[in-house]
């Protein structure tokens, strides 16, 4: 198979590790960096171009979409689902990892066990939110981060 790993880095450890696990396996690995592909966005010949030459016969791509450039990353993503590239992350399923609150409702919603959490937009409601959850001892994370 022909295999491209998006990264910005081909150096990053899990990067190198992918691509000489597939190499290892006997497949064609590729590491392009996402933030240097453009796009022509037609309904007749969706293409990806990286250094000036079309992406093409790739099977399948391993998104390494890092959080920061999660809408161009994910827009890179959906071109080749769009291509009919078998992507081993949806750009769907990325968008999603990467809004902490759908998430949580998601999981809430399917009947995940989670810890009691709240949510607020103002600081404002501090005190009405820390009641909500029954009090403290309780962890209060920032809705957007990796952490």
Request: aromatic fraction near 6%; glycine fraction near 8%.
């Amino acid at each position: 198979m022909k295999i491209a790993i998006l990264s910005q880095k081909a150096s990053l450890y899990s990067t190198r590790r992918l691509k000489e696990t597939g190499e290892q396996r006997g497949h064609e690995m590729k590491v392009i960096d996402y933030l240097r592909c453009y796009m022509n966005i037609t309904s007749h010949r969706p293409t990806v171009v990286y250094q000036g030459k079309q992406l093409e016969d790739f099977n399948a791509i391993i998104p390494r979409i890092g959080a920061s450039k999660t809408f161009y990353g994910t827009a890179v993503v959906r071109q080749f689902e769009i291509m009919g590239v078998f992507s081993a992350n949806s750009s769907q399923a990325i968008s999603r990892s990467r809004d902490k609150l759908r998430c949580m409702q998601l999981l809430a919603k399917e009947g995940i066990g989670l810890p009691v959490t709240g949510f607020a937009h103002s600081t404002k409601d501090i005190e009405g939110l820390i009641d909500i959850v029954g009090g403290a001892p309780l962890v209060i994370k920032l809705l957007e981060g990796t952490q």
